[in-house]
C-alpha cells in the first residue's frame, strides 16, 4: 500500500517507524512518504493560513499551497491508480473498524493535514471533482490538526494490510471485528498477582468451556460498556455477571 501524507508538521509522523508499521515500511509492504505543505507555499514566509473571508476567529488554510502539494502527489501517481484522498475532520464520516477494513483494501490513501480552523472548502471540492475525496473524523472531539488523526487511522488501517501483522488470526478475535462486540479480558501468568487470581475457567484446558466463558465475557463486557454494539439477540436482561477486570 502507498501512503502520502501532507503536514506542516512532518515530525509527528516519526512515531510511524517504530513497531509493526516500522518493519512493514522496512519490509516494504507499506510505502509512506510525509510532504512538508511548507515547501508548496512559494511566498517569501512560506506561508500556509490567512484569516477567514467573512470574517470570524482563527485562521484558514490558504488553498494554494495544498493545490500544489496534491497536484504533485496524483500527478506522479500511475495512470491506473485511483488513489483516495482522506481529510480528517471532525465534520467528516465517524472512522470505524469497518472503514478501516475497507480502507486497507485501497492501494493509494493520500491524508491531508488541517490545522487551524482547517482547509479552505474549495480544495475538498477541487479534488473530489478530480478523484475521490473523503472527510473522516476519528471521533466527537475537535483536536489541533489532523496527523494525530491521520496516525490513528494509518496504525488501524495498516494493520489490517496482509502481512503487517505477523499472526492474521490475532486479528480476528478483536474488539468490533466480525460480531462487533469488545473484545474478552485477557490473562498471562502467574496465575496469582496481588492475590487476584486468573479465572479458573482460563486454567482448566477445557477448550470449549474457555470459549463458552469468552464469549459470554464478550456480551456482558459490551453490555456494561456499550450497549449500542449489542446485536438484537443479547439485548435482553443483563445476568449481573461482571468480567475480572
Ligand atoms: N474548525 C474546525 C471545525 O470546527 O470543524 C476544526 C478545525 S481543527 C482545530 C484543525 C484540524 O484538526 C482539522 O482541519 C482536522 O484536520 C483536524 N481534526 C480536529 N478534530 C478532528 C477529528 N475529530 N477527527 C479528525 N480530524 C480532526
Not at 507499506?30 to 467573512?54: C, F, M, N, W, Y
Not at 496469582?192 to 474457555?210: E, F
Request: charge should be negative.
Amino acid at each position: 500500500m502507498k501512503i502520502d501524507v501532507v503536514s506542516i508538521f512532518p515530525g509527528y509522523f516519526d512515531a510511524l517507524e517504530l513497531s509493526l508499521l516500522g518493519k512493514a515500511r522496512e519490509r516494504g509492504i507499506i510505502d509512506l512518504q510525509v510532504h512538508d505543505l511548507r515547501e508548496s507555499a512559494h511566498d517569501k514566509h512560506r506561508t500556509v493560513d490567512d484569516t477567514p473571508t467573512g470574517g470570524g476567529a482563527g485562521m484558514v488554510m490558504k488553498p494554494e499551497p495544498w493545490g500544489v502539494a496534491l497536484d504533485g502527489i496524483l500527478s506522479a501517481a500511475p495512470a491506473d491508480a485511483d488513489p483516495l484522498v482522506i481529510f480528517p475532520s471532525p465534520a467528516g464520516d465517524v472512522f470505524t473498524q469497518s472503514m478501516a477494513r475497507e480502507l486497507a483494501t485501497e492501494s493509494h490513501l493520500v491524508f491531508g493535514c488541517g490545522r487551524y480552523e482547517g482547509i479552505d472548502q474549495r480544495v475538498f471540492d477541487e479534488y473530489a471533482a478530480r478523484g475521490r475525496v473523503r472527510l473522516v473524523s476519528i471521533g466527537d472531539y475537535v483536536l489541533n490538526g489532523g496527523e494525530v488523526a491521520t496516525i490513528a487511522m494509518i496504525e488501524a488501517i495498516g494493520r489490517l494490510v496482509p502481512g503487517v501483522v505477523g499472526n492474521p488470526e490475532s486479528l480476528v478475535e478483536e474488539s468490533h471485528e466480525e460480531d462487533g462486540l469488545l473484545e474478552y479480558p485477557s490473562f498471562t501468568k502467574p496465575a496469582t498477582w496481588r492475590d487476584r487470581a486468573v479465572p479458573q475457567v482460563l486454567l482448566s484446558g477445557n477448550h470449549a468451556a474457555i470459549s463458552t466463558w469468552r464469549d459470554e465475557q464478550r456480551i456482558e463486557r459490551t453490555r456494561r460498556v456499550r450497549p449500542e454494539l449489542l446485536p438484537p439477540e443479547h439485548r435482553g436482561e443483563s445476568r449481573g455477571r461482571h468480567a475480572a477486570e
